[in-house]
T-cell receptor
């Protein structure tokens, strides 16, 4: 099956710094999503981005499908950005929600 | 506002007990999912359902079963809980490209 690898596994930032999180996947995919899990466990969808670039406030994401990677950019980080960021791809032949997750990047933003 | 509600936030159960984790969504979604999250492993799919009374195995179904008698409700059942099922369980529902997760149920089996 498809393998999803995220890097780095852990990241510590000072408030105001920028960061880039990476997601590599081993096969072509129809659907790639980024999620943020807050310290209380709630998972929120950030981007649906099978290809191209999207931006939402201080966050943006780029997926280069032909090279099988996606990047999540966080600019001017805030303490509320802390948590775990997951990349997930849709299983081949599966439906929306039938996702394979990476192991996540744990981000800690210090004041 | 969309809502996926998991009935129990924190549970402690004994080895061998039968455990029910309930999930309800109010969005009329057909697709519902149960994931398990463990440190360093990300989320792994246990079971999913595309319709009432329909279920499909995910990546780690062993030791679990599910029930979907109504469209809005998807239950995860641990027939005989074991300590290696101590984990956080996340329910989700989806429509189109958007998936919504519940807040999670932290289960400890002692």
């Amino acid at each position: 099956g498809i393998q999803v690898e995220q890097s780095p596994p852990d990241l510590i930032l000072q408030e105001g710094a920028n960061s880039t999180l990476r997601c590599n996947f081993s096969d072509s995919v129809n659907n790639l999503q980024w999620f943020h899990q807050n310290p209380w466990g709630q998972l929120i969808n950030l981007f649906y981005i099978p290809s191209g670039t999207k931006q939402n406030g201080r966050l943006s994401a780029t997926t280069v499908a032909t090279e099988r990677y996606s990047l999540l950019y966080i600019s001017s980080s805030q303490t509320t950005d802390s948590g775990v960021y997951f990349c997930a791809v849709e299983r081949n032949g599966g439906s929306q929600g039938n996702l394979i997750f990476g192991k996540g990047t744990k981000l800690s933003v210090k004041p | 506002d969309v809502k996926v509600t998991q009935s129990s936030r924190y549970l402690v159960k004994r080895t061998g007990e039968k455990v029910f984790l309930e999930c309800v969504q109010d969005m009329d979604h057909e697709n519902m999912f149960w994931y398990r999250q463990d440190p360093g492993l990300g989320l792994r799919l246990i079971y999913f359902s595309y319709d009432v009374k329909m279920k499909e195995k995910g990546d780690i179904p062993e030791g679990y079963s599910v029930s979907r008698e109504k469209k809005e409700r998807f239950s995860l059942i641990l027939e005989s809980a074991s300590t290696n099922q101590t984990s956080m369980y996340l329910c989700a529902s989806s429509l189109g490209n958007t998936i919504y997760f519940g807040e999670g149920s932290w289960l400890t089996v002692v």
